[in-house]
């Protein structure tokens, strides 16, 4: 049986906000650089977060 578990829309927006403050950067300039093929190791993963939760908020744009 699947796990479901609801999450609010500003703890969408702190969770993204807080993966970026780990890694130094923004939201415009990390999505540059997976677009740009130039993540490495984790930063993968982390990317696929932030997709998710783009989906989760409805926006499109990465």
Known sequence: ???VEAVTRDELLQRRDGILEQLGTDLAT???RARAFSL???EWDTWDEL???AF???DDEL
């Open 51 to 53: 997709q998710n939760i």
């Open 40 to 42: 490495v190791g984790d």
């Open 30 to 32: 990390f999505t540059e």
């Open 56 to 58: 989760l908020l409805g």
């Open 1 to 3: 049986m699947a796990h």
